[in-house]
């Protein structure tokens, strides 16, 4: 072709460098006549779309766009040659090119021109941008999912304290109505309906990374036939339950009530996945994850981990269920058939744990959940056996600190009834006035963890300096805070979340009293 001639000779004075420069390019470069022809494409061309450069020359470069803008294209182009100018890279336009096997794919393209005496032509310069929109979504939900986890971690806060009180007061009349007190079946009703609300936001609180949790290391293979017995009640007949466990597998550090839910969450969930009946696998393996790995996975650490795969036979999902699943409240179940706060849940539980969890799934294809735990080298935790039932009553005096007036009004009740001495405080600051002023001994401090002006544990701190024998019960319907690192409780802090009853409370106050 004489374009493609004079274009070749325009470079002909510097063949070996522009030769140099084109082959070695880490951008595809393609150059086009003003009929939209390609006369020239370098070896990054190739290896992009496919195509040996013998099937590109003089072809139209449309070739290498998608169909659906292939005709609006060549308008384009025809605006561009009446008008030469170079246009950089990265102007905020969503392109995509097209291979040879016809996937399309991300691309960022800037143009330039260059004149000949047979006119202009112009030169493309493309890059795969394939990987950077991958972490751009990973970011965009990772930046998500954070914060539907604080708005959901606040608003379970918020009706914890609401909780407390229903089911506090609830409590408390259901011990002054006779059994035959019809007036009795009406409070177990709210009881129950506050016991089904609590656990709804502990499911919220998991998925928000701020649930308490007092992990200890286990041998995960044990932790996995533990749970046997259950699963099998939990699924259908007509699904076969495989266990597959790898030798030596190796240690976690969980909380075994977590690692329970993530089981039986994603069991129910397969087992929706196949009302046909079908095969759910559930297997262990020790697991090392790369930079490879690491870097196609935000928050992830390379290192030594604990796999755990729940695979089923069932329907399996696409893509854009798949990019949802993990959000709180969304569901493919009919109404009235789950919360949406299952698979929520698990996420919450594995990120609060330092571990990963992935999901491969096609439509009709089944699904197989992936959950990466950080091996742990210790050894396994001792065994802890049920601790003894303790007192409910008591005559010590207790220092009440609690802003929210409705919670701190019941508290003070449920332990006068108990038979403490009360001392009620609104905030801190009232609270540390108290310490200072009161005459006599303060046996314990019962505090809210978050407080305007003043945390509980800087509060506690504070009072301690002047008590030292005075002991400390925090309360909290939320656990991002001082004494809860990362939502894990320190072993030596005593603690209750909110929502409690009567008799958790009373034994709590009771327990923490008795210790030496």
């Not at 972490?135 to 009706?159: N, P, S, T």
């Not at 099998?232 to 190796?250: P, S, V």
């Not at 571990?355 to 990466?372: L, M």
């Not at 978050?450 to 800087?458: F, H, W």
Request: glycine share 10%; charged share 25%.
């Amino acid at each position: 072709m004489a374009a493609g001639k004079d274009l070749q000779g325009y470079l002909q004075a510097h063949e070996k460098l522009a030769g140099a420069l084109l082959e070695s390019a880490a951008q595809a470069i393609v150059a086009t006549d003003r009929l939209g022809r390609i006369v020239l494409a370098n070896a990054k061309t190739e290896e992009m779309f496919g195509y040996p450069r013998g099937e590109l020359t003089g072809r139209p470069v449309e070739m290498l766009l998608p169909q659906s803008v292939r005709d609006a294209h060549a308008g384009r182009r025809e605006r561009y040659f009446a008008r030469p100018r170079v246009r950089p890279m990265g102007i905020g336009l969503d392109l995509s090119g097209r291979r040879r096997d016809g996937r399309e794919f991300p691309v960022e393209v800037s143009l330039s021109h260059i004149e000949t005496q047979e006119g202009p032509f112009a030169i493309a310069f493309i890059c795969d941008i394939t990987e950077r929109k991958r972490l751009e979504e990973q970011l965009f939900h990772a930046l998500k999912m954070e914060a539907v986890g604080r708005l959901a971690g606040g608003v379970a806060h918020d009706f914890n304290n609401l909780l407390t009180i229903i089911s506090g007061y609830t409590q408390m009349m259901l011990s002054r109505f006779s059994p035959t007190d019809q007036m009795r079946g009406y409070a177990e009703e709210v009881a129950r309906a506050a016991e089904r609300a609590g656990a709804l936001t502990n499911q919220l609180l998991a998925f928000s990374r701020r649930q308490i949790i007092q992990p200890h290391v286990f041998e995960i293979n044990a932790l996995v036939k533990h749970t046997e017995g259950m699963l099998r009640r939990l699924i259908e007949e007509d699904i076969e339950l495989t266990f597959c466990l790898g030798a030596n597998a190796g240690n976690i550090k969980v909380d075994p009530g977590q690692l329970e839910q993530i089981l039986v969450n994603l069991a129910a969930n397969a087992r929706d996945a196949m009302p046909g009946g079908g095969k759910l696998t559930i297997e262990t393996a020790s697991a090392r994850l790369d930079q490879n790995y690491a870097a196609a996975h935000l928050g992830v650490k390379p290192g030594d981990y604990v796999m755990l795969g729940i695979s089923d036979t069932g329907q399996g999902m696409d893509a854009a269920t798949k990019s949802h699943i993990f959000e709180p409240f969304f569901t493919t179940k009919e109404r009235g058939k789950g919360t949406g706060l299952g698979l929520a849940t698990v996420y919450g539980i594995v990120k609060q744990s330092g571990g990963d969890i992935w999901v491969y799934s096609e439509p009709g294809q089944g699904a197989t959940f992936k959950v990466y735990f950080p091996r742990i080298e210790e050894a396994v935790s001792d065994a802890e056996g049920p601790a003894a039932p303790a007192a409910r009553s008591g005559s010590e005096i207790v220092l009440v600190v609690e802003d929210e007036r409705s919670v701190r009004e019941l508290i003070a009740e449920m332990l006068k009834q108990q038979g403490y001495t009360i001392l009620v405080a609104t905030g801190p600051l009232e609270a540390a006035r108290i310490g200072a002023e009161h005459p006599g001994g303060i046996d314990l401090l019962v505090t809210d963890v978050v407080m305007p002006k003043m945390s509980g544990r800087q509060l506690a701190e504070q009072m301690l300096h002047g008590r030292p024998d005075m002991k400390v019960l925090y309360l909290s319907g939320y656990t991002e805070n001082a004494i809860v690192q990362h939502g894990v409780l320190d072993r030596d802090v005593a603690f209750l979340a909110k929502p409690f009853t009567q008799g958790a409370l009373a034994n709590k106050v009771r327990e923490v009293l008795d210790k030496h």
